[in-house]
């Protein structure tokens, strides 16, 4: 298996711009998770699915965020309109048969707002 | 809201030595507890885990230690090697709830 795939690896934006962050599980796992990594607040869970269903968004900052799970193979994270603070690094993880269980992240998205 | 806290923002040691790395939790619900060790631009990986009837666990150079009345818990490394530089989070779940530390950056010289 290929492990936790996003895309893309880097992403530079203006302020005021839609990103689009995208996440392709391994295959099997029930449970996604987006994370956002800052110097300083560390990893910050941001929101997770269970089969498709989003279980808990209270990590994610406010509504200029959005996140999706059309189907099993694949997530989307959406920052609309975007800020300069939100630049991070952007990691998608995930894990079976519980969130309990050891989670394998992605490479992870660098996002930089000017 | 630190429900996790990993008061060490950096630790340095000498190759061949002991590594502790802590963390300290707040919430009484949490009952399972992991480390990942992550490098520079790679995602987190799996260190090693514990649960909340367990105070101990080892895995070759790695021990976890839970100390429940405290809410502590503790990654040993021993021997400490210079691969082992990377920073290190500790993370707390239970009840539906994950909560991660903001790490600890492991320097080990040779």
């Known amino acids: 298996d290929a492990g936790v795939i996003q895309s893309p690896r880097h992403e530079v934006t203006e302020m005021g711009q839609e990103v689009t962050l995208r996440c392709k599980p391994i295959?099997?796992?029930?449970?996604l998770f987006w994370y956002r990594q800052t110097m300083m607040r560390g990893l910050e869970l941001l929101i997770y699915?269970?089969?498709?269903?989003?279980?808990?968004d209270s990590g994610m900052p406010e509504d200029r965020f959005s996140a999706k799970m059309p189907n099993a193979s694949f997530s989307t994270l959406k920052i609309q309109p975007s800020e300069p603070r939100d630049s991070a690094v952007y990691f998608c993880?995930?894990?079976?048969?519980?969130?309990?269980?050891?989670?394998?992240f992605g490479p992870g998205t660098r996002l930089t707002v000017l | 809201d630190q429900q996790v806290k990993q008061n060490s923002p950096s630790l340095s040691v000498q190759e061949g030595r002991i590594s502790i790395l802590n963390c300290d939790y707040t919430n009484s619900m949490f009952d399972y507890f992991l480390w990942y060790k992550k490098y520079p631009a790679e995602g987190p990986t799996f260190l090693i885990s514990?649960?909340?009837?367990?105070d101990k666990n080892e895995d070759g150079r790695f021990t976890v230690f839970l100390n429940k009345s405290a809410k502590h818990l503790s990654l040993h490394i021993v021997p400490s090697q210079p691969g082992d530089s990377a920073v290190y989070f500790c993370?707390?779940?239970?009840?539906?709830?994950?909560?991660f530390g903001a790490g600890t950056r492991l320097t080990v010289k040779p």
């Open positions: 993370a707390a779940s239970g009840r539906g709830d994950m909560r």
């Open positions: 993880a995930s894990s079976f048969p519980s969130y309990l269980n050891e989670q394998f």
């Open positions: 699915f269970n089969n498709n269903v989003p279980i808990d």
């Open positions: 295959s099997g796992h029930d449970y």
């Open positions: 514990i649960s909340s009837i367990k």
